[in-house]
C-alpha cells in the first residue's frame, strides 16, 4: 500500500472525508487548505481515525507555495506516494452574466491549481511510482447550463488528467480523475456567481444529493485501489454519461430545455 498522501483543500467537504478514508488505513497525510483552521481540525480527526501526519497553508493558485509545500513531504515523509488536488471552489451564473473576472478566478484555481499540484509533486511521484488523483465533476462530462467557466474549468482537468495518463505511464505513475456529482459538501462557503437566485438552486441540488461526501471518498479509495482511470461516484452520473456518450445530441437537446427554464426563473 502507498501510505504517504498529499490532499489540497483538506480542510473540509470532500478533501476532510478523502484525508480520513485513507486514515483509517495508517497512512501519513500532508494536507494542505488556505483555511487554517479547518486544517487543524482535519488533522485531529485524521489523528482519531489511526492515520497520521502534518498541515502546510497553501493557495493553489501559488506555486511557489506548491513546490514549498511538496519539499516539507519530502523533508517529513522522504518522499510522496500519492497527491489529491481537490481544491476547488463553484461558480455559476449565464454565460453573458459572468465577467473575465469570474472567468479568471475560476480557471486560477480549478483548473491551473491542478495544473500545478501535479508540476510541484511530479518529480516526487516519478521517484516513488505514486499516483495522481485529480478531483474534477461531472461538470466536466455534462455541461450544465449557466455555469460555463465551472465546466471548461473541470472539462480542463478531466483533459489534463487524460494527457498525464498517457504522457507517464512510462514513468510509472498512475493517474486517476473523478467526476462526482452534486453532493452535499460545503463548496457553497466559496460560491461565486451573479445572482443570489443561482446560489440557491445550486444549494438545492446539493441537498437533494442521495450520496455523502463520506461514502464519495469510500468509493474513490476502491476505484484506485482497482487502477479504474475514470471515477464516477455516482450512479445517476454514470447513467448520464453513458446516455451521452450514446446518443449526444439528446443529452445536449436536455440541457437546452433545462437553461429556457432556469432564465424563466431567473426573471
Known amino acids: 500500500?502507498?501510505?504517504?498522501?498529499?490532499?489540497?483543500?483538506?480542510?473540509?467537504?470532500?478533501?476532510?472525508?478523502?484525508?480520513?478514508?485513507?486514515?483509517?488505513?495508517?497512512?501519513?497525510?500532508?494536507?494542505?487548505?488556505?483555511?487554517?483552521?479547518?486544517?487543524?481540525?482535519?488533522?485531529g480527526l485524521v489523528r482519531e481515525a489511526g492515520g497520521d501526519g502534518f498541515t502546510q497553508r497553501c493557495d493553489v493558485?501559488?506555486?511557489s507555495q506548491l513546490t514549498e509545500f511538496a519539499q516539507a513531504c519530502d523533508e517529513k515523509f522522504g518522499g510522496i506516494d500519492v497527491i489529491v488536488n481537490n481544491a476547488g471552489v463553484a461558480s455559476g451564473g449565464f454565460f453573458s452574466e459572468l465577467s473575465l473576472e469570474d472567468?479568471?478566478?475560476?480557471?486560477?484555481?480549478?483548473?491551473?491549481?491542478?495544473?500545478?499540484?501535479?508540476?510541484?509533486?511530479?518529480?516526487?511521484?516519478e521517484r516513488s511510482k505514486g499516483k495522481i488523483i485529480n478531483i474534477a465533476s461531472m461538470a466536466a462530462l455534462m455541461q450544465g447550463p449557466a455555469m460555463s467557466n465551472y465546466n471548461v474549468a473541470k472539462a480542463g482537468v478531466v483533459a489534463l488528467s487524460e494527457s498525464l495518463l498517457i504522457e507517464l505511464k512510462d514513468q510509472g505513475v498512475g493517474v486517476h480523475v473523478v467526476c462526482p456529482s452534486f453532493f452535499q459538501t460545503n463548496l457553497l462557503d466559496s460560491f461565486r456567481g451573479p445572482t443570489p437566485a443561482m446560489k440557491a438552486q445550486v444549494g438545492k441540488l446539493l441537498e437533494s444529493s442521495p450520496i455523502s461526501a463520506q461514502e464519495i471518498a469510500d468509493y474513490i479509495y476502491q476505484q484506485v485501489e482497482q487502477g479504474e482511470f475514470m471515477i464516477?461516484?455516482?450512479?445517476?452520473?454514470?447513467?448520464?454519461?453513458?446516455?451521452?456518450?450514446?446518443?449526444?445530441?439528446?443529452l445536449y437537446d436536455e440541457m437546452a430545455k433545462m437553461a429556457t427554464k432556469m432564465k424563466a426563473k431567473g426573471n
Open 1 to 43: 500500500m502507498q501510505n504517504r498522501i498529499m490532499i489540497t483543500g483538506a480542510g473540509s467537504g470532500l478533501g476532510r472525508e478523502i484525508a480520513l478514508r485513507w486514515a483509517r488505513e495508517g497512512c501519513q497525510l500532508a494536507l494542505s487548505d488556505v483555511n487554517a483552521a479547518g486544517l487543524a481540525e482535519t488533522l
Open 103 to 125: 472567468w479568471d478566478w475560476q480557471i486560477a484555481i480549478n483548473l491551473m491549481g491542478v495544473v500545478k499540484g501535479c508540476k510541484a509533486f511530479l518529480p516526487l511521484l
Open 61 to 63: 493558485r501559488d506555486y
Open 232 to 250: 464516477l461516484p455516482h450512479e445517476q452520473g454514470r447513467m448520464a454519461w453513458t446516455l451521452k456518450q450514446q446518443n449526444p445530441q439528446m
